[in-house]
């Protein structure tokens, strides 16, 4: 048991470590690591959606889908499994993703921000927090999506590797088309999305924390949810370390910058920072874990969580096609006053509609 502390533990902070140095190399800042607006921009790069600013084919979602699957190989922990209400998880997928992109980010990344003196993450945490505690309630009352059953085949799991493999090759080919042309693939010229690291170095840094969140089986929703549960704070070093690691580097390199107002990519609308970051809560605990635990799994075999992972891509396109996304602050200039940024109404109809989705799928998938 105290091994496995002291792994969550070291994990976080390697992970809160290469975030900071992802940022360094080229990545949005308060960004090395983002699951969501990851898998946001991938969306944007096949085309899925057209926001121009956020359309790149992150390596780092391609190496932590691929290093979950090589450190599951190599601890024979790899097992294609699936048919827990697969079909409603890319919809719970969808949901997260309203949720994610109405706070700018994932839990991971509402850390990151944290460390880098973001006092909105602290609004999104409180949050999350919160909407784990809703998922615990349901839990607590019998909530089961139902059994997975494991697959005579190992293809099904190997199918999101695959498809992270395809998504390379693109990538390595520089397989790139104008708009006229019909894409894939697209790339900001402009904005988050034209921000990255080379590749070999996003590459190389999602393979190491998909084989270090494989092996520790961190997840940020499972540590609040296992604290609430059984008061187990085993995953919740996880959370700390992340924190650490990333602190100790953004005050090293002069990244820490504490306030509400000019935080990069991120709003100061607090009750949609709170709604936010409380759906993405609710859904991963519903769901057996956040995000970054869902593309985890989905490289080990999991097809369940490749339905999550697929349903927040697909997510991410509707949401940018329909004006869902929030917009992040923005500085006064001649032309326009300063913004605090936020959701849209259209926006924040959705976000009360995937949270009221939500407590009904609570509340329906309930064992006697």
């Known amino acids: 048991m105290e091994r496995d502390k002291w792994l969550v533990l070291g994990t976080g902070v390697l992970i809160g470590l290469i975030a900071v140095v992802l940022v360094k190399l080229g990545n949005p800042p308060n960004m090395g690591f983002c699951v969501a607006c990851f898998q946001r921009d991938i969306a944007g790069a096949l085309g899925l959606h057209?926001?121009?600013?956020?359309?790149?084919?992150?390596?780092?979602?391609?190496?932590?889908?691929?290093g979950a699957l090589l450190a599951a190989l190599f601890a024979g922990e790899y097992k294609s499994r699936g048919g827990s209400a697969t079909l409603l998880r890319f919809f719970m997928g969808v949901f997260m993703m309203v949720g994610a992109l109405v706070f700018l980010g994932c839990p991971l990344r509402d850390i990151l921000r944290m460390a880098g003196g973001d006092y909105n993450a602290l609004v999104g945490l409180l949050g999350f927090i919160v909407g784990v505690g809703s998922g615990v309630f349901f839990l607590k009352q019998g909530f089961d999506l139902g059994r997975a059953k494991i697959s005579a085949s190992p293809l099904g799991g190997l199918l999101m590797p695959i498809l992270m493999l395809f998504f390379l090759y693109l990538l390595l080919k520089g397989t790139v088309f104008n708009a006229a042309a019909g894409g894939p693939l697209f790339f900001s010229q402009k904005g988050p999305g034209s921000m990255h690291a080379a590749l070999l170095y996003s590459l190389g840094a999602g393979l190491i924390?998909?084989?270090?969140?494989?092996?520790?089986?961190?997840?940020?929703s499972g540590g609040i949810r296992d604290f609430l549960l059984i008061k187990d704070h085993t995953l919740l070093l996880g959370f700390i370390g992340v924190f650490i690691g990333a602190l100790a580097l953004n005050i090293g390199w002069g990244y820490f910058k504490t306030g509400f107002?000019?935080?990069?990519?991120?709003?100061?609308?607090?009750?949609?920072?709170?709604?936010?970051?409380?759906?993405?809560g609710l859904t991963a605990t519903l769901l057996g874990g956040c995000p970054l635990r869902q593309l985890i799994l989905s490289g080990q075999g999991d097809m369940d969580a490749g339905a999550v992972v697929i349903g927040m891509i697909v997510g991410a396109g509707f949401i940018h096609?329909?004006?869902l996304a929030s917009s992040a602050m923005a500085a006064a200039t001649a032309t326009s006053p300063a913004?605090?940024?936020?959701?849209?109404?259209?926006?924040?109809?959705?976000?009360?509609?995937?949270?009221?989705?939500?407590?009904?799928i609570g509340y329906t998938y309930r064992e006697e």
């Not at 709003?267 to 709604?275: C, E, G």
């Open 50 to 66: 057209q926001t121009a600013v956020v359309q790149y084919m992150r390596p780092e979602i391609i190496g932590m889908v691929l």
């Open 209 to 220: 924390v998909g084989v270090l969140a494989q092996r520790s089986r961190l997840c940020l």
């Open 339 to 360: 913004s605090i940024g936020g959701p849209n109404l259209f926006g924040q109809i959705a976000c009360v509609a995937a949270i009221i989705a939500m407590l009904i």
């Open 261 to 280: 107002a000019g935080q990069p990519i991120a709003h100061s609308n607090h009750i949609w920072n709170f709604l936010g970051l409380y759906l993405v």
């Open 321 to 323: 096609n329909f004006g």
